[in-house]
């Protein structure tokens, strides 16, 4: 009241608007924070529920896991029965084909064997690419990589280690040094952080050329 003298009301009524003032600053620089970033990370997008099968959705948490892993160890289980009694049958027909077929066994198996080995990742890997999100895609991708990685390298060491102990004659060049360049191929081509469309069949033109390039290498005389 321009007195020159601040009165307790004055002060109760000066202190109540500086503090609800700032609430709304705080408030209003909080919202805008939050505007910023669902913009640039668009973090919707990225959230994912857990799917759990219905069955399981009445349990604690606790419970849902060891019901989670008990299932996932039986179909594993099953899994492993049914590869061990089928892949011998499996490798018996495609000699059948090729025989029939009149070419080389390794083109029926080189086709064939990953249909029915990786069918499981692929599956998956679709089931994830469908979601479109940034983490589904990840995994999708990853799964990927990793069945590539490991029918590549790590069963091809295995099928180098049998030839090694059980003294085989070597006659597999030429596919050898094809799956090696397909694994530096893959390996320059997943560095990248994006991918696009072109890219993809880039890598869908990798299969039947490698089919090419072990014929080439047979061709110039490769066993």
């Not at 179909?75 to 080389?104: C, H, K, N």
């Not at 499981?120 to 890997?125: C, F, I, K, L, W």
């Amino acid at each position: 009241n321009d007195d020159e003298v601040i009165s307790f009301e004055e002060f109760i009524v000066m202190a109540y608007h500086l503090i609800m003032n700032s609430d709304r600053q705080e408030a209003a620089e909080e919202d805008a924070a939050g505007q910023v970033r669902d913009a640039l990370f668009d973090s919707s997008d990225d959230e994912e529920q857990e799917e759990i099968p219905e069955e399981f959705t009445d349990l604690s948490p606790e419970d849902q896991q060891k019901a989670i892993k008990w299932r996932a160890f039986k179909m594993l289980s099953i899994g492993t029965i049914m590869v061990i009694y089928f892949s011998d049958p499996m490798v018996d027909v495609m000699q059948e084909i090729a025989v029939r077929a009149g070419i080389s066994p390794f083109y029926v198996s080189f086709v064939l064997a990953p249909l029915a080995s990786n069918a499981s990742e692929v599956v998956a890997s679709m089931f994830y690419a469908a979601k479109k999100t940034r983490k589904t895609m990840t995994v999708s991708l990853s799964a990927l990589e990793g069945a590539a990685c490991m029918n590549n390298t790590f069963c091809l060491s295995i099928f180098m280690a049998l030839i090694f102990f059980r003294g085989l004659a070597w006659q597999y060049t030429a596919e050898t040094i094809s799956i090696v360049i397909v694994e530096l191929i893959m390996a320059l081509m997943v560095r990248s952080s994006i991918m696009t469309t072109g890219e993809a069949f880039c890598v869908l033109s990798i299969f039947p050329l490698s089919l090419v390039l072990v014929a080439t290498l047979e061709y110039f005389g490769f066993d």
